[in-house]
C-alpha cells in the first residue's frame, strides 16, 4: 500500500516540476538583490493609480483657468418694422440697432470663483499624498510576503534536507533488520512530499515577486527591465511598538485627516461663493440704431437688473453650509474609527512581537536541540519512527510559525506608519 501512495506521490512530483519549469520561475541565485526602498522608488515612479493624477492636475489647472474668466461681451443684431404691411412693408421703415453687452459681476464673485478653484487644487494635492501612502503600504506589504516566503522555502529545502536524513537513518536501520520496511516506505513518502512542499513554496514565492513586481506596473519581476533576485530585509527583527498615546496625536498629520482639512477650506470657498449670489450681477449694453426712414441714426443704452436675488441664493447658501457642516462631522467620525484601528493594530502588534521573541528566544532552540537528541537516539534504535517524525514536525511547525509571526509584526508596523504617516523607530536613534 505504502508503495502505491509513494508512485502516487512520484507523479505528483514530475507535475510539480513541470510547473517549476515555467519560464515565469528561474532561479535567483544570480540575479541582484532588491532593498525595500528600490522597491518604494520604482513604485513612486511607476505606478498606474499614481500617473493617473497627472492628468487630473492638467483638468484642475484648466478648471482654475476658467473660473479666472469674467463674462464674455456680447454682439447683438436687432432689426425692427420688417416684412411687414402698410408702411412697413419691406425693409423700407426698418430699424437696425447694433449694440455690445455686458456683465459686470458684484459681490467678489470672480474671487469666490478662483478660491474654490484653488481650494480644489489643494484638496487633489492632499488625494494624491494619500494616494502615495496607499502605494507605499501596499509596496511594504507585498515586499514583506516575499521575505516572509524566501524564508518558507528555505524552511522547505531544510524540511527535505530532514526528510533525507530520516530516509537514510531508515535505510540503515532496516538493513541492520532493526526496523520493518514498511518504515522506509514511510519516510520515502515523507520525502516526497518535502519535495512537493518545496515545489509549491517555490511557485508562492515567484507569485509574490510578480505581485510585488505588479505595484510598479511590471507584469514580471523585474526593475528598470532587469529582473531581481531575493528582496534584502530582515524579517526577525522586531519593529519598535511605539507609545498609543504619541500614535494617537499622529492621527491628524495623516493626508487621509489632511483631506479633511482641504475639504473644509473648499467647502468654505464654496460658501463665500454662493454668499455672493445675493448680489446680483449688472447688464449694461449700448449701441448703434440706424432708422431707414429718414436715414437717421441715434445711440441706445440699457442696464438691467435681476430682481429677488438675495432670496434666489438662500437655497445656494444653506446647501453649502450644509456641505461645509457634513465635512467636520465626517472628520469627527472618521478620526474615531481611525482611533479604534490604531488600537487594534497597536494591540496586535504587541502580541506579534511578544511571539516572535518568545519563538526566538527560547521556544525553537529547545525545539530543535529536542529534534536533534530524538534522531541521535532514532539512529542507535532508542526512538522510534514516530518519535523522530514528531520532533521534526513540531520544530518545523514552530519555525514556520515564526516566520509568520515575524511577517504579520512587519506587516502590521506598516499598517500602523501608514495610520500615522510616521515611523514607528525614532530616526535619531
Known amino acids: ?39 518604494i522608488d520604482a513604485a513612486l515612479d511607476g505606478n498606474p493609480a499614481l500617473r493617473t493624477f497627472e492628468f487630473e492636475f492638467r483638468a484642475d489647472d484648466a478648471r482654475g483657468r476658467q473660473a479666472a474668466l469674467g463674462p464674455a461681451p456680447e454682439a447683438s443684431l436687432e432689426i ?21 453687452s455686458q456683465v459686470i459681476e458684484l459681490g467678489g464673485k470672480r474671487d ?61 536501520r532496516v538493513n541492520a533488520a532493526r526496523a520493518p520496511h514498511a518504515e522506509l516506505d514511510r519516510a520515502r513518502i515523507a520525502l516526497d512530499r518535502a519535495r512537493l512542499d518545496q515545489q509549491r513554496a517555490a511557485l508562492q514565492l515567484e507569485s509574490a515577486r ?31 511598538t511605539g507609545d498609543f498615546d504619541a500614535l494617537v496625536e499622529r492621527l491628524v498629520a495623516n493626508p487621509d485627516f489632511l483631506r479633511f482639512t482641504s475639504e473644509a477650506r473648499l467647502r ?25 426712414v429718414g436715414n437717421d441714426e441715434s445711440f441706445v443704452a440699457s442696464i438691467s437688473v435681476p430682481l429677488f436675488s438675495g432670496g434666489r441664493a438662500d437655497g445656494f447658501v444653506a446647501e453649502a453650509t450644509a456641505n461645509r457642516d457634513l465635512v467636520t462631522a465626517e472628520r469627527r467620525i472618521a478620526l474615531i474609527k481611525a482611533e479604534a484601528v490604531l488600537y487594534e493594530l497597536h494591540r496586535e502588534l504587541r502580541g506579534a512581537v511578544l511571539e516572535v521573541e518568545a519563538l526566538r528566544g527560547g ?54 506608519e501608514r495610520l500615522t504617516n510616521a515611523p514607528l523607530a525614532d530616526p535619531n536613534t
Request: hydrophobic letters at 45%; aromatic letters at 6%.
Open 1 to 39: 500500500m505504502f508503495r502505491h501512495i509513494a508512485i502516487w506521490i512520484a507523479a505528483l512530483l514530475i507535475g510539480a516540476r513541470a510547473l517549476a519549469a515555467d519560464p515565469g520561475t528561474v532561479p535567483t541565485e544570480n540575479l541582484p538583490p532588491l532593498t525595500l526602498r528600490q522597491a
Open 112 to 172: 469666490a470663483r478662483v478660491a474654490v478653484a484653488q481650494a480644489s487644487r489643494s484638496a487633489l494635492v492632499v488625494s494624491r499624498q494619500a494616494t502615495q501612502l496607499d502605494v507605499l503600504a501596499d509596496v511594504t506589504r507585498r515586499f514583506i510576503t516575499v521575505a516572509a516566503r524566501q524564508e518558507h522555502l528555505r524552511l522547505a529545502v531544510r524540511e527535505v534536507a530532514l526528510a533525507e536524513q530520516t530516509v537514510s537513518g531508515s535505510e540503515r
Open 363 to 416: 521556544i525553537l532552540p529547545r525545539a530543535e536541540e529536542a529534534m536533534n537528541e530524538t534522531g541521535y537516539a532514532y539512529e542507535r534504535g532508542r526512538y522510534s519512527y514516530l518519535e523522530l517524525v514528531d520532533a521534526q514536525r513540531e520544530f518545523l511547525a514552530l519555525q514556520a510559525a515564526m516566520i509568520d509571526a515575524a511577517a504579520n509584526a512587519q506587516t502590521l508596523r506598516a499598517e500602523i
Open 210 to 240: 510578480k505581485h510585488l513586481a505588479a505595484t510598479w506596473g511590471e507584469s514580471q519581476p523585474v526593475v528598470g527591465e532587469r529582473r531581481f533576485g531575493e528582496v534584502t530585509a530582515d524579517l526577525f527583527a522586531p519593529p519598535r
Open 80 to 100: 425692427e418694422d420688417v416684412l411687414g404691411t402698410g408702411a412697413a412693408h419691406g425693409v423700407d421703415s426698418a430699424q437696425y440697432t447694433f449694440a455690445l
Open 268 to 292: 468654505d470657498a464654496e460658501l463665500r461663493l454662493a454668499s455672493t449670489r445675493r448680489r446680483p450681477d449688472i447688464a449694461v449694453s449700448g449701441g448703434v440704431r440706424r432708422m431707414e
